[in-house]
């Protein structure tokens, strides 16, 4: 009769299995709850005591330590001198492992949990035992998932548990064991910038293919992902999301939650090719949609507001990819979803200002992490640097025009309103393009001549400024900083034209 160990906290499916064990001719040893779990559903089961010869102790903490269990499992069947070991200590070998861990990662998420009781959450026997089953995964079955239980079960009732199945599961111990004290770790990690930085994250989709069809791409979550994310959004409606909509995606929420009144944000390519803010939802989507009505053709839209039938009745006429909000009244819904293919989306908007975690870039042989841009412009730090001074309405739409920049690939350049983008020149190489590019979008467009210029750094040379304002910019700003500030501030004064120094840059690479 061969033998297995069976101790889990999840007890999904657990006695099914353990009915197939004893079906081919296992014995099972078993602890605690998962003891009793078993021997209310007659399950015949050897408690761990009457293998240990050693009660349970220290409200539980130690149970499965102990060399009667560890020689059973990590003793080589091919190796004489291990079998001989196992005879002389009256050691049972152990040929199937059937554990899950202490549910650590669901404690932490529990509001108010305190670190004691996290701690309590930290499994010490459990990792072992799987580890060592693993490691001799030859000679012993490891189970550490219950949605393996199925295929464990047919693998062992058609005698095809071998070699590859063995070393499959093996291999999912310790991306499970490595999992789980990466999570442990960033729990009780305070430093900000560790020695080490340890990630872990889960599948959550596979992708049909990267940024182009040549390329391989999969979809991995966070262990908590924030609420407010694309990870943690629910999906109403369409087909499955891309790799480049989930990038969309997420830029796009980076975006809107920097806005408090109804907002709606049009991005392609992640760059926003509009933003409009008013006080109704469909007025704002009016501002987004005439910002740029071309470049919305196929765009990813995010509404800061629960969308209503008169918003959802004006986005149905275009063909969008992705729209998404806190939610969508029934009679919206019903009408955006006569669209297959169109992908609706809810997200947490009320977790939308909680602190963000830092953000990761991989580069070829390693990671950069930095702190998200979330700084806050001030007006009250802004200098005006000219004779000539914005008003109090151009204030407010250079902070509205610096909410949208940090967003904008550079170098960038936005031209808005207070509520409105009308021009925006995203990631040129050279600063006087992208002041072009945005003036050409936005000197056709209604309010531009009530419109500031905002750019994401300093200008190099005074070309910028005087190519904006001989073509009708009246506000210009920018971080300053430049070594030819002066040149900036005199082709300024020259046309008459209010600078700005907001004294933070906004690069996006």
Not at 30 to 55: K, M, N, R, Y
Not at 283 to 300: L, P, Q, T, V
Not at 325 to 354: C, E, G
Request: aromatic residues 6%; hydrophobic residues 45%; contains cysteine.
């Amino acid at each position: 009769m061969r033998r297995a160990l069976l101790s889990v906290s999840d007890k999904t499916g657990l006695v099914e299995f353990a009915q197939n064990l004893i079906a081919q001719n296992f014995e099972i040893v078993s602890t605690g709850g998962t003891q009793a779990f078993l021997a209310a559903a007659d399950v015949p089961v050897i408690p761990i005591e009457e293998v240990t010869h050693f009660p349970e102790m220290l409200d539980g903490r130690v149970k499965t330590l102990n060399p009667l269990i560890f020689g059973g499992i990590l003793a080589k069947r091919d190796n004489l001198v291990h079998r001989q070991t196992l005879a002389e200590h009256n050691i049972t070998p152990i040929d199937l492992v059937c554990v899950n861990l202490y549910p650590f990662a669901q404690t932490i998420q529990e509001p108010n949990v305190t670190l004691a009781a996290a701690v309590e959450q930290i499994d010490i026997g459990g990792p072992s035992l799987i580890r060592a089953a693993a490691k001799n995964y030859n000679d012993v079955l490891v189970v550490c998932d219950p949605d393996d239980y199925d295929q464990v079960s047919h693998a062992l009732a058609e005698h095809t548990d071998d070699t590859r199945l063995r070393k499959h599961l093996a291999a999912k111990v310790f991306h499970h064991t490595a999992h789980y004290d990466a999570v442990i770790a960033n729990y009780l990690t305070d430093d900000a910038k560790p020695e080490t930085l340890t990630l872990t994250y889960k599948r959550k989709q596979a992708l049909r293919y990267g940024e182009n069809p040549q390329q391989t791409a999969t979809f991995y979550q966070d262990c908590q992902p924030a609420p407010f994310s694309i990870a943690a959004a629910k999906q109403l409606h369409g087909k499955p999301l891309s790799f480049n909509n989930i990038k969309d995606a997420d830029a796009a929420l980076g975006l809107i939650r920097e806005f408090d009144i109804p907002t709606v944000v049009a991005l392609k390519h992640m760059n926003p090719c509009g933003i409009g803010s008013a006080s109704t939802l469909e007025a704002a989507w009016d501002k987004c949609y005439a910002a740029d009505s071309m470049s919305i053709f196929g765009g990813i839209i995010v509404l800061n507001r629960r969308v209503d039938l008169a918003t959802a009745t004006k986005m149905h006429q275009l063909f969008l990819e992705i729209i998404i909000a806190p939610a969508f009244d029934d009679d919206a819904y019903a009408v955006l979803a006569k669209k297959k293919n169109l992908r609706l989306l809810t997200v947490d908007f009320s977790n939308a200002k909680a602190p963000e975690d830092d953000e990761l870039i991989s580069v070829r042989g390693g990671l950069l992490r930095q702190e998200r841009d979330n700084i806050v412009d001030d007006p009250a730090e802004f200098q005006v640097v000219t004779t000539a001074q914005p008003t109090a309405e151009q204030l407010s739409a250079i902070t509205f025009g610096l909410k949208a920049i940090k967003f904008i690939k550079s170098n960038a350049i936005v031209i808005n309103t207070p509520d409105q983008t009308l021009g925006v020149g995203p990631g040129q190489m050279n600063r006087i393009d992208a002041v072009k590019i945005a003036v050409g979008k936005a000197e056709v467009k209604e309010h531009y001549d009530q419109a500031v210029l905002v750019s994401d750094a300093f200008f190099p040379m005074d070309d910028c400024v005087e190519f904006a304002a001989e073509h009708g910019i009246k506000v210009i700003a920018e971080p300053g900083g430049s070594i030819r500030d002066k040149d900036s501030i005199a082709m300024a004064e020259k046309h008459g034209v209010a600078l700005v120094f907001t004294g933070n840059r906004h690069f996006r690479h």
